[in-house]
């Protein structure tokens, strides 16, 4: 590309399979949280939930889904920092809801639109302002036991308060476990791509790829309780915010990815923060998303939500 620099020719290709992950992972969660709605609450945190939904078809498709979006977020993350490239995966949210709607046939309010173009603004915003660059490919596995564990710790702690919570609470708090959990596989997968550009036997060779796997299968399952005990607009937001700013804090200390932190670029990344927050805020109390999840699911009992094996008519 004539006059761009070497950075831009990697920052162009890093948004466009962002964006494109983005879409997928949008997709996934749609056709993931109809499937997760309809089985029983029971089976929330357990295998015997995946085992159940790997009969339902629209779940598969969401899965497809799912893995093309991680192939972009890998060869996203093989291009630019994880500070560039967790922020534009986001938009996955402001994309999922809107589907969500035009799926139940349900009309967006004027709110909806304000909390999506918040979303899609703040986190432009925020890019511009932080301007991420690149740091070390490969850490070191002290500085990674460092950084993994408070988040492991973090996920662990919010599954034990999930247990005893119904209805919004749960789902929240399993959606800001996944997000965690997501947040912690964006580094590791970009962890991977790398030692994969090496050579497979060198990424089969390293313990990051087996944590990999493993973390995927537990982020997996922690993801479909939360979008089985409630709509995405209480599950999706916790991941939303959860998921990049785990990323961002991860890449910036274990890759030493820096972001541009003097002056005014500080107050205008705050501010630019704060406006992608509002509409997330905006998507999650939307009368209209609220109304999807009434209609998906049964009557609950005082208290909760919790739902038993017989599904809802669709």
């Given at each position: ?46 295998i015997a939930l995946l085992v159940h939904l790997l009969g339902r078809p629209k779940w598969l498709g969401g899965i497809a889904m799912l893995v093309c979006g991680y192939g972009f977020q ?36 004027a709110r909806d639109w304000i909390g999506i173009a918040s979303v899609l603004g703040g986190i432009s915003g925020f890019l511009v302002s932080a301007s991420p660059q690149p740091g070390v ?178």
């Amino acid at each position: 590309m004539p006059g761009l620099g070497r950075r831009e020719r990697r920052v162009i290709p890093s948004v466009l399979a962002a964006l494109a992950a983005a879409a997928c992972f949008a997709g996934a969660a749609v056709l993931q949280q109809e499937a997760a709605q309809a089985t029983s609450a029971d089976d929330s945190l357990r295998i015997a939930l995946l085992v159940h939904l790997l009969g339902r078809p629209k779940w598969l498709g969401g899965i497809a889904m799912l893995v093309c979006g991680y192939g972009f977020q890998a060869v996203a993350l093989a291009y630019g920092p994880v500070a560039l490239v967790q922020p534009v995966v986001v938009t996955e949210l402001a994309i999922a809801i809107p589907v969500a709607m035009w799926r139940r046939r349900r009309h967006p309010l004027a709110r909806d639109w304000i909390g999506i173009a918040s979303v899609l603004g703040g986190i432009s915003g925020f890019l511009v302002s932080a301007s991420p660059q690149p740091g070390v490919a490969n850490p070191d596995d002290a500085t990674w036991i460092a950084c993994l564990t408070p988040v492991v710790a973090a996920v662990s702690i919010l599954i034990v308060l999930s247990v005893r919570a119904r209805g919004p609470a749960r789902s929240m708090l399993l959606g800001a476990a996944a997000g965690c959990a997501f947040g912690m596989l964006a580094v590791l997968t970009k962890a991977v791509a790398y030692q994969v550009g090496r050579g497979v036997s060198v990424a089969l060779t390293g313990w990051q790829v087996y944590v990999l796997v493993a973390s995927g299968i537990g982020a997996l399952l922690v993801s479909q309780s939360a979008y089985q005990a409630g709509p995405l607009a209480y599950s999706m937001p916790m991941i939303g915010v959860l998921e990049p700013v785990l990323a961002v804090l991860i890449g910036d200390t274990a890759f030493g990815e820096e972001i541009r932190l003097s002056g005014g670029y500080l107050a205008a990344q705050i501010a630019t923060a704060a406006v992608a927050i509002v509409g997330i805020a905006l998507l999650a109390s939307s009368p209209t998303v609220l109304s999807i999840y009434e209609e998906q699911s049964p009557a609950a009992p005082p208290g909760g939500c919790h739902r038993t094996g017989s599904a809802p008519k669709r």
